[in-house]
């Protein structure tokens, strides 16, 4: 019989530990996976709140007639168009997460923990 793309060729019967190995490789694969996502999350997060903090620096040496988040998300979009995130609302979301957080310690210790989604209002 053949294996099929679904079906693994036949294999001899695995040695003794192979199930118990497998099973510990397999968690440890799925923690580095979180850990991996976290990291990226954290970063996302600080990303997010440097931007609106620098959102907040620009308007207010600009003011707010001077349209800097309309011409913000219009750059970053076309500058990264595979790349969400960037829309109006979302740079309106950035910005209020810097205002209401203004210190970055806070930002690195407590809400660089939680992931954007829980942020955002």
């Known amino acids: 019989m053949t294996a099929t793309p679904d ?3 036949a294999l001899t019967t695995p040695p003794i ?3 118990d190995w497998l099973a510990e490789l397999k968690t440890r694969i799925h923690a580095a996976q979180q850990r991996a996502a976290l990291a990226v999350n954290r970063e996302l997060v600080g990303l997010y709140w440097q ?3 620098d959102i907040l620096e620009r308007q207010a040496q600009q003011g707010w007639g001077a349209k800097v988040i309309e011409r913000l998300a219009h750059d970053l979009r076309a500058a990264f168009p595979d790349m969400k995130g960037f829309s109006r609302a979302n740079l309106m979301y950035m910005r209020a997460f810097a205002e209401a957080w203004p210190s970055p310690e806070i930002v690195q210790q407590a809400v660089g923990q939680l992931p954007w989604g829980h942020i955002q209002p």
Do not use: D, F, L, V
């Open 7 to 9: 079906t693994p060729p």
């Open 17 to 19: 530990g192979y199930a």
């Open 51 to 53: 931007i609106g903090r």
